[in-house]
């Protein structure tokens, strides 16, 4: 009986090292996320941000991608949306589709999103949007 009890004393020890992160996996976390703000402001280079609006139109059809909580619409070369997202919608970067759901036509700040892989077309993430600052060509 005493054998088992021992064990089952250790587990949460385990379970509590299992998920803790080492110096070398913050120091990746960092990188990564360098990357992805260099990649943000290289595709935003150029593009003055304005006033943040709450919803815009799902029409005319826009391109999406990620960078990280974020995701950018491009209307057009002069014309780019930002909404700086809450939740797990990073996986439209690495080529997850975006599937939002809206009665109105429109995106709105807190409509949420869930992002799918594409070949299993298993849901991946959900995320919810905020603002949509409109970045435009001066």
Do not use: H
């Not at 919608?89 to 589709?97: L, S």
């Amino acid at each position: 009986m005493r054998m088992l009890f021992l064990p089952l004393l250790m587990l949460p020890a385990v379970i509590l090292g299992a998920c803790t992160q080492t110096q070398a996996d913050v120091e990746r976390a960092q990188v990564r996320k360098a990357d992805v703000q260099e990649k943000l402001a290289k595709e935003l280079a150029g593009l003055v941000p304005g006033k943040p609006e709450t919803c815009i139109s799902q029409f005319p059809q826009k391109q999406s991608s990620g960078y990280g909580a974020t995701i950018l619409y491009r209307v057009n070369n002069g014309l780019v949306y930002r909404s700086d997202t809450v939740g797990g919608c990073e996986g439209i970067a690495r080529g997850d589709i975006l599937v939002t759901r809206t009665p109105s036509g429109q995106l709105c700040r807190g409509d949420i999103a869930q992002t799918f892989d594409q070949t299993s077309r298993f849901p991946t993430g959900s995320c919810s949007f905020g603002d949509f600052i409109p970045y435009r060509k001066p």
